[in-house]
Structure formats: structure tokens, C-alpha cells
């Protein structure tokens, strides 16, 4: 598997995956993380930091590159557990268990969370307080948990937080 940074599309290292399915996973090299700090003033850990309700990074393919300790609070999840992770698998959506995968499904295409993200990365444009209902679980045994989804675009990545209903 390639570990490739998400900004500058450097490969940052190569290693064998135990998923032979995932030949790519993204990350932040050195110089972008020096850069995104320099158009922030202020590094993302702390930046995400400063903002109280749960929230995470969400780098262009959809994956988590850092979260809060709100988040992880929420989550019940330590950073490393979550780190390059598709955002379905963190918040446990019951459609990232199909073999697919997240992101992959048809009712991914429906999903408000994704749909947010994406709508962000594309037109730049935040968004405030969208409601979203994630299945959470697997399938036999879900939960639909009821949420507000805000996102903001800076430096290439998208924040989004999360504000439970």
C-alpha cells in the first residue's frame, strides 16, 4: 500500500496491506503540514482543538487526518484508531459494513453527511447545520442517531462538526 500526502500527492511511504483491496491511503506530508499551518497561523491540531463541539479534519478522498478530543470523546475512539479512516467507518455507519465499503454503496449517494463534505470540497462553499440521520450499527441491529452537520473549507481540507439532536 502507498501512503500518498492528499495535498501535493507525494508518496510518503510504501508498506504491505493486510487489505489487498486498499492499494492507496492518504495522509499529510511534512512541507504541506508546514504550509497548512502557515495559512492558518496556527496548526490544526490546535485550531481543531479550539473548537468545542466534536469535529474532524475530512482530507479530499473522504478520509479523517485528525479529529478533536470532543470527537474522540463522542466516538469512544483514540486518534490512531481513526487516523485515514473513511468517514463512514468512523462514525460506524451501518452501510461502510457492506463489502463495498464506504463511500461505495447506493446509499452512499444519499448519504447527507457525504453529500455535505463533498458539496464543501467542491464549491468552497460552508455549510451550516444540516440535518443528517446516520445509520448507525450494521444492518441487523442500527440505530438511526439524528445530527447537524457543519463544514468549512480551509487550506484544501474540509472541518466538519458534528452536533447531536
Request: proline letters at 5%; glycine letters at 6%; charged letters at 20%.
Amino acid at each position: 500500500m502507498k501512503i500518498v500526502c492528499s495535498w501535493c500527492k507525494t508518496v510518503m511511504q510504501e508498506k504491505p496491506s493486510p487489505d489487498q483491496n486498499q492499494k492507496i491511503s492518504h495522509g499529510i506530508c511534512d512541507v504541506c503540514r508546514t504550509n497548512t499551518v502557515f495559512q492558518l497561523g496556527v496548526p490544526q491540531k490546535q485550531f481543531i482543538e479550539d473548537i468545542k463541539e466534536p469535529s474532524c479534519i475530512i482530507n479530499p478522498e473522504g478520509r479523517v487526518i485528525t479529529a478533536n478530543q470532543a470527537a474522540l470523546k463522542t466516538l469512544g475512539k483514540t486518534l490512531s484508531e481513526i487516523l485515514n479512516l473513511p468517514g463512514g467507518n468512523v462514525f460506524e455507519c451501518a452501510y461502510a459494513r457492506l463489502p463495498e465499503g464506504c463511500g461505495r454503496t447506493i446509499h452512499c449517494s444519499g448519504c447527507t453527511i457525504r453529500r455535505t463534505v463533498t458539496k464543501t470540497y467542491e464549491t468552497s462553499e460552508p455549510q451550516y447545520r444540516i440535518p443528517a440521520v446516520l445509520k448507525y450499527g450494521s444492518l441487523k441491529k442500527s440505530q438511526n442517531i439524528h445530527m447537524l452537520i457543519s463544514t468549512e473549507k480551509i487550506s484544501g481540507v474540509v472541518f466538519i462538526k458534528v452536533e447531536y439532536v
